[in-house]
């Protein structure tokens, strides 16, 4: 998604997309979405990183399926980190 004037009905579209890409086999699949990159700059960011952020805490906790399960290995969570350019990044 590419910042410009969106309506919120398509930030929020937008960021359940990105939140089933992450949660896809709860996160252990290798094409699952790890990442988010959001310019600093744009106006809707915070807009934007609340329905994601209200999309990912809405979807049901999925069953371990993988050895993970198992080793104790931690779930995947999510994150906000800022980078050296300034640009907020959401790590899941």
């Not at 949660?23 to 310019?39: F, I, W």
């Amino acid at each position: 998604m590419l910042p410009g004037g969106w309506s919120e009905a398509d930030l929020r579209y937008q960021a359940e997309h990105i939140a089933t890409q992450k949660l896809h086999h709860n996160g252990y699949n290798c094409v699952a979405s790890q990442a988010v990159v959001v310019s600093a700059d744009w106006a809707q960011k915070d807009r934007f990183l609340a329905h994601l952020r209200a999309a990912l805490a809405a979807h049901p906790p999925a069953p371990r399926t993988t050895p993970a399960a198992t080793t104790g290995a931690p779930t995947p969570s999510t994150r906000t980190a800022t980078t050296p350019n300034g640009s907020e990044q959401a790590a899941c």
